[in-house]
């Protein structure tokens, strides 16, 4: 089955630091990703809608420069949490659809990224 | 704000016991998709049913959905401790999705 793996599980990192997730999809390709937040007992977050070589589409209220997303390949998408804060402390899951999907398919997940700032 | 409101926040049951969760939304919608989260990992999709279907099955899982009161129940029959997770409804079209609040689901043995 398609598996997207995101790296890395757990991350602690001091203020002002910049921090840095992966995304792969590994079995199938991805145009499109996307880059969820969670905050503890509450829904995802739609943060950003990652493109294979073109621009990430951000949601309102997501700062672009804080959190910047590069989608290189047809199986990575990064996102980098610039200038952490503590606030930033959250848990961050990437998703990623397979290339040439219906509309309908299911999106599969990564098992999220841990992002501790003190 | 969140498209799908899920009822009850927060369900405690036993093993063997059936478990419903309901999901509410605003907008109209092409299907509904149901995940689950076990805690701290990422979502594993479930089940989707489209506007045109008002019930589906998959193995244990049971999925309703009436387009007219835009809701949509899941029910989980002879639960198993492995069960335990939250639950989110999820509604939108193509690949973008929006998220219910879910339902944390306790199943014990």
């Known amino acids: 089955g398609a598996v997207v793996s995101q790296h890395p599980s757990r991350v602690i990192c001091k203020s002002g630091t910049s921090v840095k997730i992966e995304c792969r999809s590994l079995d199938f390709q991805a145009t499109t990703m996307f880059w969820y937040r969670q905050f503890p007992k509450k829904s995802l977050m739609l943060m950003a809608t990652?493109?294979?070589?073109?621009?990430?589409?951000?949601e309102q209220g997501v700062e672009k420069d804080k959190f910047l997303i590069n989608h290189a390949s047809l199986t990575l998408s990064t996102l980098t949490v610039t200038s952490a804060h503590p606030e930033d402390s959250s848990f961050y899951i990437c998703?990623?659809?397979?290339?040439?999907?219906?509309?309908?398919?299911?999106?599969?997940f990564g098992n999220g990224t841990r992002l501790t700032v003190t | 704000s969140q498209q799908g409101e899920e009822d009850p926040q927060a369900l405690s049951i036993q093993e063997g016991e059936n478990a419903t969760m309901n999901c509410s939304y605003k907008?109209?919608?092409?299907?509904l998709q149901w995940y689950r989260q076990n805690s701290g990992r990422g979502l594993v999709h479930l089940i989707l049913?489209?506007?045109?279907?008002r019930e589906k099955h998959s193995g244990r899982l049971r999925v309703t959905l009436d387009t007219s009161k835009k809701s949509s129940s899941l029910l989980i029959t002879a639960s198993r401790a492995a069960d335990t997770a939250s639950y989110f409804c999820?509604?939108?079209?193509?690949?973008?999705?929006?998220f219910g609040t879910g339902t944390q689901l306790k199943v014990e043995l």
């Open positions: 907008t109209s919608i092409n299907n």
């Open positions: 990652s493109n294979e070589g073109s621009k990430a589409t951000y």
């Open positions: 998703s990623a659809q397979q290339s040439g999907g219906l509309g309908n398919s299911p999106l599969h």
């Open positions: 049913i489209r506007s045109n279907e």
């Open positions: 999820a509604t939108g079209g193509g690949n973008k999705l929006t």
